[in-house]
């Protein structure tokens, strides 16, 4: 396997590799494995040689990504770039400023080599789009990657880059990176700025519930760039790993779970529970119904700025403030949760990787759960666990279904606990391989 990000500048600095063999080498292996996957689909190799060449002029440092290659979702400013966010008005759309984020992560050493793939306005769990085509998954290209930074999660489990920075308001991040096999944050929200991650023509405030955050190969690499994309200093990790208070969810009332994904989060309750933990499956004392409903009213109002209007239906401002007093209720509850449990552990999806829908309306769309189908939208329900009240998660590959794909769940702790999250899902990931 490739090195790591960590492990990559740690190489350039030790002298064993440069900024530049390692950019050249993670441009080899997009070019000689991205052409069925279609992952990295906005490519500036020449000004990535450009800085990885001027990072070994100055010699290495003690910057944490000094010298690594990585890519950024699509809807990320990065100057001199298209930011399109796969809409076909704005297939010109050249920015003149990074993003907030890709201006820390290159303060941070990192070498940009170029922008990954996203659905239309970054409204599906396929990566499939007018402009750049379809994203497929690095072991079947039959099945989707996941959405919408599943361009990103496939150049990462594809090993061609190490890292990668994307976005998530429906499960953006944990959704692909579970797909895929790789790792994903979704950050407490606002905690990292999304300054330049916007619909072209819009530069207002931030939308509601959607965040920016890293994916990785693995949890160092992760947290690291967590550190360094984030706003605030977020605290460490304080939860006792030795006997960590765990409640495993895996019933909604919304939305059904593979039998593949059950049973992996109750053999990772097992392995915690043989390790020291302390674990409960009892319903959680939250209407999960309640929030879920209210979640997608949300959700729908977030995803239509900067876009047409749909067939005149607009919430009034009565409605909108009814749905952050709901917001507010679920974050208390949740709150009072996390007095009792160190963290969550639920699936990020009820499905593992599916093959590719051609259906746009969503409301027309099945996944088949257990061989049966079921609709496809009720899925959001796993995702809106951790974004309605605001929530950190990460997502983390604990197994591989029938097929021999992978299988990831999401680990939620209460807000600004971001590197609980990481915390607990490292163990996870661990004891599932053990």
């Not at 292996?29 to 490519?43: C, F, K, Q, S």
Request: with cysteine.
């Amino acid at each position: 396997m490739e090195r790591s990000a960590l492990q990559t500048a740690a190489a350039i600095r030790a002298g064993e590799t440069t900024a530049l063999a390692a950019c050249d080498a993670a441009i080899a292996r997009i070019e000689a494995r991205d052409g069925a996957i279609n992952a990295v689909v906005v490519r500036d190799f020449g000004r990535a040689r450009e800085a990885a060449r001027a990072l070994d002029a100055e010699g290495p440092d003690d910057r944490p990504l000094f010298g690594v290659p990585m890519t950024v979702k699509e809807s990320f400013d990065v100057a001199g770039l298209p930011t399109s966010w796969s809409v076909g008005v704005h297939r010109d759309n050249i920015v003149d400023r990074d993003a907030v984020a890709v201006t820390r992560l290159k303060a941070a050493g990192a070498v940009i080599l170029g922008k990954t793939n996203v659905p239309v306005r970054l409204s599906d769990w396929q990566a499939d789009n007018p402009i750049h085509g379809r994203t497929n998954h690095p072991l079947d290209p039959t099945l989707t990657p996941g959405g919408s930074s599943g361009g990103a999660a496939a150049a990462l489990a594809s090993g061609m880059v190490p890292l990668e920075l994307g976005s998530d308001i429906g499960g953006s991040i944990r959704v692909p990176a579970a797909f895929c096999g790789v790792w994903g944050h979704k950050p407490t929200y606002g905690a990292l700025s999304d300054l330049g991650h916007r619909v072209p023509g819009t530069d207002g405030a931030s939308a509601a519930l959607g965040v920016i955050g890293p994916l990785a190969r693995n949890p160092e690499d992760l947290a690291v760039a967590l550190d360094i994309l984030a706003d605030i200093p977020l605290p460490r990790a304080t939860v006792d790993l030795a006997r960590p208070r765990i409640l495993l969810l895996t019933a909604h009332p919304s939305a059904r779970v593979d039998s593949s994904i059950v049973g992996a989060i109750g053999r990772v309750g097992e392995a915690l529970a043989a390790a020291g933990a302390i674990i409960s499956s009892a319903p959680p004392p939250i209407d999960l119904a309640a929030q879920h409903a209210d979640y997608m009213r949300m959700l729908g109002i977030a995803m239509t700025r900067g876009g047409p209007a749909r067939d005149g239906k607009v919430a009034t401002l009565s409605q909108w403030f009814d749905l952050l007093d709901s917001q507010a209720r679920m974050q208390r509850a949740w709150g009072a949760l996390f007095e009792e449990f160190d963290a969550v552990i639920a699936p990020a999806s009820g499905v593992n990787a599916f093959p590719h829908i051609a259906e746009r309306n969503v409301a027309r769309r099945t996944l088949s759960i257990d061989g049966e189908d079921t609709p496809f939208g009720v899925q959001f329900a796993w995702a809106g666990l951790a974004t309605f009240p605001n929530l950190p998660a990460t997502s983390v590959p604990v197994g591989t279904d029938p097929r021999g794909l992978p299988i990831g769940v999401q680990v939620i702790t209460n807000r600004y606990r971001d590197h609980d999250a990481i915390a607990v899902a490292a163990l996870c990931n661990r004891l599932s391989r053990s």
